[in-house]
């Protein structure tokens, strides 16, 4: 289990004496919220764009562990790279999706 730092644990303390309050946005400020994430989201473009086989496979494989359509998972890797907040992380995913794309090439491990 993760240790839990100082601030994490004053907040836990404080929220444990009731000493947090929530904060509700006003309805201007809602509204504001509601038009900004509608303009971000709209999509009035369409591309087209090849991939390779394995490549789809592996997109459509990570979009089934999130959750959602592989599409829109392709969208939102783009959207985050493109606004820099894709961030690349070397681990094991790297060497297994390159383990399952030599798998079905027919490659086996050395």
């Not at 240790?3 to 201007?28: F, N, R, V």
């Not at 971000?40 to 089934?64: E, G, H, V």
């Amino acid at each position: 289990m993760k240790k839990i730092e100082a601030y994490e644990q004053t907040l836990l303390s404080d929220y444990d004496k009731g000493m947090l309050k929530s904060s509700s946005p006003s309805k201007e400020q809602l509204a504001k919220f509601k038009a900004a994430a509608s303009a971000t989201f709209i999509k009035d473009r369409r591309i087209n764009i090849r991939l390779s086989s394995p490549d789809l496979m592996d997109i459509q494989a990570r979009a089934l562990e999130e959750g959602i359509p592989y599409q829109t998972f392709i969208a939102s890797v783009l959207h985050k790279y493109v606004s820099g907040r894709l961030i690349e992380q070397p681990s094991n995913l790297t060497s297994r999706s390159a383990a399952r794309t030599d798998k079905r090439r027919g490659i086996k491990n050395a």
